[in-house]
């Protein structure tokens, strides 16, 4: 099975910063790869998938990027509803999501 | 409106058979390219998917817990089932389902989850 790994697993920003977000596969997965953002209490929601395209409705400020097996999402001037935790997906074969990432406030 | 609902028993003891019902309204079990998948969540963890099912009557499984776990659906009635079984305490979390594009496994609409808790 192809694994996931996320890095960093938490990290703290400001408003108005830019953080990225990585994702390793353990094997090529071409541009399989999905993101997702939870918020406490919530349910997932998808932002990107495709590796780069955005969902409907997922502001332009986030952005997706990578191929093979290392992927990067980019959010670039954090807005406060920004603050929450991460998560890619592959989808090639048996799914994997990552371990997650946890943004917050600093 | 695309909405998936999730439901079944709130407490299950270890040892039983956890089964899950997901409803779905506003897209069809029978169109090829959608399906439905499980993943859940243990309290403060990281999503773990489970298994997922598209009309084809395509299945599949997460490998560590594929002697446990049955994914079903009639889509008469717009219903996907997963049971799992040998409940464990470790087992505890919120199970969500999602609908599934064939293409590239992506899950684009959630449902709100439901909460299990495995305890004697």
């Known amino acids: 099975d192809i694994q996931m790994s996320q890095s960093p697993s938490s990290l703290s920003a400001s408003v108005g910063d830019s953080v990225i977000i990585t994702c390793r596969a353990s094997?090529?997965?071409?541009?399989?790869l999905n993101w997702y953002q939870q918020k406490p209490g919530e349910a997932p929601e998808m932002l990107i998938s495709?590796?780069?395209t955005l969902e409907s409705g997922v502001p332009s400020r986030f952005s997706g990027s990578g191929s093979g097996t290392d992927f990067t999402l980019t959010i670039s001037s954090l807005q406060p509803e920004d603050f929450a935790t991460y998560y890619c997906?592959?989808?090639?074969?048996?799914?994997?999501f990552g371990q997650g990432t946890r943004l917050d406030i600093k | 409106q695309v909405t998936l609902k999730e439901s079944g028993p709130v407490l299950v003891k270890p040892t039983e058979t956890l089964t899950l019902t997901c409803t779905v309204s506003?897209?069809?079990?029978?169109?090829?390219?959608?399906?439905v998948s499980w993943i859940r969540q243990p309290p403060g963890k990281a999503l773990e998917w489970l298994a997922h099912?598209?009309?084809?009557?395509?299945?599949d499984y997460n490998t560590s817990l594929k002697t446990r776990l049955t994914i079903s659906e009639d889509t008469s009635i717009g219903q996907v089932v997963l049971t799992m079984t040998s409940m464990d305490p470790v087992d505890t979390g919120t199970y969500y389902c999602?609908?599934?594009?064939?293409?590239?496994?992506?899950?684009?609409?959630w449902g709100q989850g439901t909460t299990v808790t495995v305890s004697s």
């Open positions: 999602a609908r599934i594009f064939a293409g590239n496994l992506g899950m684009d609409v």
């Open positions: 506003g897209f069809s079990l029978s169109n090829a390219r959608l399906g």
């Open positions: 094997q090529t997965i071409g541009r399989f």
């Open positions: 997906q592959q989808g090639v074969g048996t799914i994997a």
């Open positions: 099912i598209f009309s084809s009557d395509k299945k």
């Open positions: 495709a590796a780069s």
